[in-house]
């Protein structure tokens, strides 16, 4: 089975700068635009935005 184009993988980066980063799969019709999720930072102990890295 082949991979759609239409869900990439991206990688997510911690807006905190500590380099932490999470790997997702988006969907490029529904939001062509950078994706930018809150989740948890393990080395900030708190949830900051990670945003999407091209």
């Known amino acids: 089975m082949a991979r759609s184009e239409a869900r990439p993988v991206v990688t997510l980066r911690s807006t905190a700068g500590t380099g932490q980063s999470y790997v997702t799969r988006k969907s490029r019709r529904n939001t062509p635009d ?3 999720l809150r989740k948890f ?3 900030v102990g708190q949830h900051v ?3 999407e890295e091209r």
Request: positive net charge.
């Open 34 to 36: 950078r994706l930018v």
């Open 49 to 51: 935005p990670f945003r």
């Open 41 to 43: 930072d393990p080395v």
